[in-house]
C-alpha cells in the first residue's frame, strides 16, 4: 500500500524551506528543521512548553492533520532529517542559500530573487492556518535555540544539555 505523506515529500519539504527563509532571512540548521517540523505538525504545536500564547496552544490541539500525526514525534522529526537537509542541499545548488554560511550552520537566504513560480500566495488559506503559520514563522523563529528554555529544550526534539550556551 502506498500512502502519502508531505513530511517524506522532498518538494513540500523545498517550499517549506523556502516559507521559513522567506520570513527569517537568516536561521540555525537546527531551528529550520524543527520550525519544518511544526509546519508538518500544526497539532504537535499543544505540545511545546509555552510561558505564553495559550490561544495557539488550544488552536492546535483542535488542528487535524489530514494525513497523520507522528506516532512519536521524537522519531518522525529523526526521520525527517535526510530529506530536510537533501532539500538544502538543492536550495544551496539553487543559489537561493548561501553556501558558506550553510557550512557555518547558518541558513542565510541570498539575494537571488526568487522565480515568481516560488512565490507563496495566501489566496484560498484559511484562517487559521494563517495563525498557525504565522506563530511558528514570527514566534517560534524567535525563541533562542539553545540551552535551557530554548527551542530545543521546549519541543523535546532535539537534545539540549550539552549545547554551548
Known amino acids: 500500500m502506498l500512502i502519502y505523506h508531505p513530511a517524506y515529500d522532498a518538494y513540500h519539504c523545498i517550499f517549506r524551506l523556502l516559507k521559513i527563509v522567506q520570513v527569517t532571512k537568516s536561521i540555525e540548521i537546527s531551528k529550520l528543521r524543527i520550525l519544518d517540523f511544526y509546519l508538518v505538525f500544526p497539532s504537535e504545536i ?11 496552544k488550544k488552536l492546535a490541539n483542535n488542528f487535524q492533520n489530514i494525513y497523520h500525526g507522528p506516532v512519536n514525534a521524537y522519531q518522525t522529526f529523526r526521520d525527517m532529517q535526510d530529506l530536510q537537509l537533501a532539500a538544502i ?8 542559500i548561501d553556501s558558506e554560511k550553510a557550512s557555518l550552520g547558518i541558513i542565510h537566504k541570498t539575494t537571488e530573487p526568487l522565480p515568481e513560480e516560488l512565490t507563496f500566495k495566501h489566496d484560498g488559506i484559511e484562517d487559521e492556518d494563517n495563525k498557525i503559520n504565522d506563530f511558528i514563522l514570527n514566534y517560534l523563529s524567535k525563541i533562542n535555540l539553545n540551552g535551557t528554555d530554548g527551542l530545543k529544550h521546549r519541543t523535546g526534539l532535539m537534545e539540549y544539555r550539552y549545547d554551548n550556551v
Open 89 to 96: 542541499s538543492t536550495l544551496i545548488a539553487s543559489k537561493i
Open 46 to 56: 499543544s505540545k511545546i512548553r509555552l510561558t505564553e500564547k495559550t490561544e495557539i
